[in-house]
């Protein structure tokens, strides 16, 4: 009489099983199932009662093993996963950043489509650095923006305190940080997808 050896994974609680089921998907045959297509009737359940039960279920072809990608797919999935987290950091330190200068009445958020831009930090930079004077804009800006000197002259016209504008620099310190990390896993995605 010959045996199989069978490892059966019943799926209930995420990301418990991914550690003996990496070391067994190897060693045997291996099947991840979700725990309502093998449940049990009721009555008096034990784990051995359980573990019979899916052995029957086994040996008749019924149980119908989930789909677990190759571990390279698995790795993608992941960092594509990660990096969606990255995003939506950027994306609401973004917003903190915006609301920080509409807050204090610096409308420029208003008249450019992204306050990350070349030219409007540039202009916050100014802001920032010396809080009591009017930026230059003129001289600051890209020849190629869309809006006019003065709109955007108009639009930096609020007061911005000490503890706002350090606020305002540790915002765009973490919007930085966060996309670096972006860009370096994005590298290490690249070069995982070229393997």
């Known amino acids: 009489m010959s045996f199989t050896l069978v490892s059966i994974f019943v799926w209930n609680l995420p990301a418990y099983w991914i550690p003996v089921y990496n070391v067994l998907e190897d060693e045997m045959d291996s099947y991840l199932v979700h ?111 869309k809006a006019s000197v003065e709109e955007l002259e108009y639009s930096m016209e609020g007061e911005l305190s000490d503890e706002q504008a350090e606020k305002l620099r540790v915002i765009k310190a973490h919007y930085d940080a966060i996309t670096l990390c972006k860009n370096d896993l994005e590298e290490l995605i690249t070069e995982l997808g070229k393997e």
């Open 35 to 145: 725990q309502k297509y093998v449940k049990a009737i009721r009555g008096k359940k034990t784990d051995k009662k359980d573990a019979q039960w899916i052995a029957d279920l086994y040996k008749h072809d019924l149980v119908a093993g989930l789909f677990i990608p190759p571990a390279k797919i698995l790795q993608l999935h992941d960092l594509f996963r990660y990096r969606m987290k990255l995003t939506y950091l950027q994306t609401s330190e973004k917003t903190r950043y915006q609301n920080c200068l509409t807050w204090h009445n610096l409308q420029i958020a208003s008249i450019v489509s992204d306050v990350f831009r070349i030219s409007v930090q540039k202009i916050i930079q100014s802001v920032l650095d010396k809080p009591n004077e009017k930026p230059d804009i003129a001289t600051i800006i890209h020849r190629y923006m």
